[in-house]
C-alpha cells in the first residue's frame, strides 16, 4: 500500500486524507527534496531539513537556531488555520519552498474536523498542563496527552534552539481587531520582540498579554518546554473552502518565510498591547451583562459605564478605556464571565 508520505508527495493534502480518514497514525519517514519527514501520528508531522543551513542577512544577523511548532484545528472547525497548514505542508513536501528551521506541524480535533464542530467532547485548549490527566477519558483528552508527548520529545531532541510555537484559531465572536495574539502568562520571562515583530507581519493587530497560569496549549509549550508560544486569532470562523483567502495571506506567508529562515516581507501596523486588567467572576446566578450580546471582543467602556448586574449588584467600570474580552455568561458560579484589559506601552528594545 501507498504510505502517507508518498500520497502527500504526488496525489493528496493532509486535509483530503484528514477528512477522508485515510491518514493512519502508523509512524513513517522518507527523506524529500533535502528534507526528512516523520509521521508521529495521525495529523503529526515533523520536517526538517537534511543539513540545517542559515541565510546570513548582513553582517549584524544573528545565527540563531530556531525551532517551530505550529498547530491548527485545535477547535475542529477551525478552518482557516488548518487550510493554512495544510497550504504550507503542501507547499514545502512538493518542493515549492524550502524549511531551514525544525518544524512541527500539528493539526488538532481531527473528529471535530469530520464534523465540523469545535469539539467532540471537550475543549481540547483547556486540557494542556496535565489537565487531561484529570476529566474522564475522551478524544480529546487523548490528542492532548499525546501532543504533549510529541512536543516534549520534539524539545528535547532540539534543546539548543529557541523554539517557537504558533498555535492558529479563529474565533466565533466578533472582535474590534479582527487578529489578535494572546502572549501566555510565565513567570520571570524575558519578553521576545522578534516574535511580536512577527505577529505583527502575520497581519496581528493587538496583542494580549495574561496575567496568569492557564491550560491552553500554547501556555503548556511556553512554561514546561520554555518555548515562546502564542495563540494567534485570526478572524472569524467559516466553513471548509469560504473562508476568505486574503485575509490570511499574510500569516501563511509569514510562517513560510520564517520557517525557512527569511526575514518577513509582509509589512504591517504595529500591534496595540493590552494587560488584563481584571477577571469579571460569576457570583450569582443572576448575572447579566448590560451590553448586546453581539458586543465585539475589545470593545471600549467609558468610565461609569454600567457593565453587568450580579445578583443585586450593579457593577460600573471604575476607570476610562477598560475593554471587554470574552465575555460569557453561561459560566458556573465562581468561574470567568470575561475579562477587562487596558491598553499598555510595551518597551520593545
Ligand atoms: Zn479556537
Known amino acids: ?20 480518514d485515510n491518514f493512519p497514525p502508523t509512524k513513517e519517514s522518507a527523506t524529500i527534496n533535502e528534507m526528512n519527514w516523520l509521521i508521529h501520528d495521525t495529523g503529526i508531522l515533523e520536517c526538517s531539513a537534511v543539513a540545517e543551513k542559515f541565510h546570513l542577512n548582513g553582517k549584524n544577523a544573528k545565527n540563531v537556531k530556531k525551532a517551530y511548532i505550529i498547530s491548527a484545528g485545535i477547535h475542529g472547525n477551525e478552518t482557516a488555520p488548518i ?7 503542501n507547499k514545502l513536501i512538493r518542493a515549492e519552498t524550502q524549511l531551514v528551521h525544525p518544524t512541527l506541524f500539528i493539526f488538532g480535533n481531527i473528529e471535530g474536523m469530520k464534523k465540523s464542530v469545535r469539539e467532540i467532547e471537550y475543549n481540547l485548549n483547556r486540557l494542556f498542563c496535565g489537565r487531561h490527566q484529570k476529566i474522564a477519558p475522551c478524544y480529546e483528552t487523548q490528542r492532548a496527552e499525546l501532543f504533549e508527548k510529541v512536543c516534549s520529545e520534539f524539545r528535547d531532541k532540539y534543546l539548543d534552539h529557541d523554539l517557537i510555537h504558533f498555535d492558529l484559531h479563529t474565533a466565533i465572536k466578533e472582535s474590534a481587531h479582527e487578529k489578535f495574539a494572546i502572549y501566555p502568562f510565565v513567570e520571570k520571562r524575558e519578553l521576545n520582540t522578534e516574535v511580536l515583530d512577527n505577529l505583527e507581519s502575520m497581519g496581528i493587530e493587538a496583542i494580549l498579554f495574561s496575567n496568569k497560569k492557564a491550560t491552553t496549549f500554547s ?8 518555548a515562546c508560544g502564542i495563540t494567534v486569532e485570526l478572524g472569524k470562523v467559516h466553513p471548509f473552502g469560504q473562508n476568505p483567502r486574503e485575509s490570511f495571506v499574510a500569516c501563511k506567508q509569514t510562517l513560510i518565510e520564517l520557517i ?28 447579566k451583562f448590560n451590553f448586546d450580546k453581539n458586543t465585539k471582543n475589545f470593545t471600549r467602556f467609558d468610565k461609569g459605564t454600567h457593565l453587568y448586574t450580579d445578583g443585586e449588584q450593579q457593577w460600573h467600570t471604575d ?5 471587554i474580552v470574552f465575555p460569557n455568561e453561561k459560566v458556573a458560579i465562581g468561574e470567568r464571565t470575561g475579562l477587562l484589559v487596558k491598553e499598555v506601552l510595551v518597551d520593545r528594545n
Open 319 to 323: 476607570e476610562d478605556g477598560l475593554r
Open 219 to 226: 501556555h503548556y509549550t511556553s512554561e514546561f518546554l520554555k
Open 260 to 287: 525557512a529562515d527569511k526575514k518577513p516581507t509582509m509589512k504591517n501596523k504595529k500591534a496595540i498591547a493590552y494587560n488584563v486588567k481584571c477577571e469579571i467572576i460569576k457570583k450569582s446566578e443572576d448575572f
Open 1 to 20: 500500500m501507498e504510505s502517507t508520505l508518498t500520497k502527500l508527495q504526488f496525489s493528496h493534502t493532509c486535509l483530503d486524507l484528514l477528512l477522508s
Open 83 to 89: 487550510e493554512i497548514l495544510n497550504d504550507i505542508i
